[in-house]
């Protein structure tokens, strides 16, 4: 099983290292600003992943699940 499939999707309210992760991808993609950057999943957050998904043709759910860190991670 892959890592990532491995993992359970991040989302709105979450806090910790993986949301952190999370966040520290989307300014690569220009969708946050690194000072969003907090380890916790709020409103900005919450907007990034769900622009990130739809411009990325994935379903528009707002949680960083397994093909949400596929695409941030380019894989």
Known sequence: ????????AEVYGDTGPRVQQAQRL???CRYLTVSD????????TLQAVRSFQSDHHLTVDGKVGVHTWAALYGT
């Open 1 to 8: 099983m892959h890592v990532l499939q491995r993992r359970r």
């Open 37 to 44: 950057i907090d380890g916790n999943f709020g409103d900005h």
């Open 26 to 28: 989307l300014p690569h």
